[in-house]
């Protein structure tokens, strides 16, 4: 089942806090084994060296959400947008991606100022808090190559690094499994449809953000203070 199935009317959390509140939270971060927490991971070794401010990168890692909640409040972002990555302008469609057979992830694209924040440092908050990189084709319930972790490099340092980084954490065993993300150079990005923008903060009480999405942009604010910005970035002023 996938998060927009989940959507419905938003409502209160009624049962927020109670025992449907704590089996709901469960089903929906549980797969066949606990997902790994987030946590701050080591910073890479190895970073992208910029030579234009404006740079852009793209990672999918399940519901995308989420991933743009997390990113919206990530200092030196400029502008991002939630969309698909992996296949073909036909199939660039929630209806369509969610099938499964698109190639499509979920994904979100990333403009940010490489004066302020380079690409070693949004990856790091992406393995850190916006998934669990050891899901096979899966993010807690969502399941299938929709919800795969993925990174499409927009430049081939890009490749270089992002690899790298996978290496790097899978040698120090930051994980309790191997890291399955995929990286997938040489794809398009496509913009979701305008229902999926900025849905954190259009829907903070809808259940699926309340107890799976909004908890990782709460440990980014933990785990990373210095790059938290109170005031998220909606897709309505982006500048990119």
Known sequence: MSCARRAGPVRPLIFAGGLLGAFYAY????????????????TPVHDVI????????????????????????VTGIVSTKAGYA???????????????????AEAVQIVYDSRKITYGKL???????????????KQG??????????IFPQTPDQAKVAKSYIEQLDADKSFQS???TTIEPGKAFFAAEAF??????????????????????????KLFPKLWKDQPLLTTDNRG
Do not use: M
């Open 27 to 42: 089903w929906l971060t549980h797969g066949t084994a606990a997902a790994e927490q987030p946590k701050v991971l080591a």
């Open 141 to 150: 319930s969502d399941v299938g190559t929709q919800y795969r972790s993925a």
């Open 86 to 104: 992996g296949g073909t302008a036909e199939t660039a469609t929630y209806e369509l991606t969610e099938t499964g057979t698109t190639q499509h």
């Open 196 to 221: 999926h923008q900025d849905y954190l903060v259009h829907n903070p009480t809808q259940p699926y953000v309340a107890f799976v999405e909004q908890p990782k942009v709460d440990a980014l604010n």
């Open 123 to 137: 990856l790091q908050v992406f393995f850190s808090v916006a998934h669990d990189p050891t899901q096979l084709n």
């Open 178 to 180: 191997k890291i399955v």
């Open 50 to 73: 910029d030579r234009a401010p404006l740079q852009t990168a793209v990672f999918a890692g399940g519901c995308f959400w989420g991933t743009q909640g997390i990113f919206q409040h």
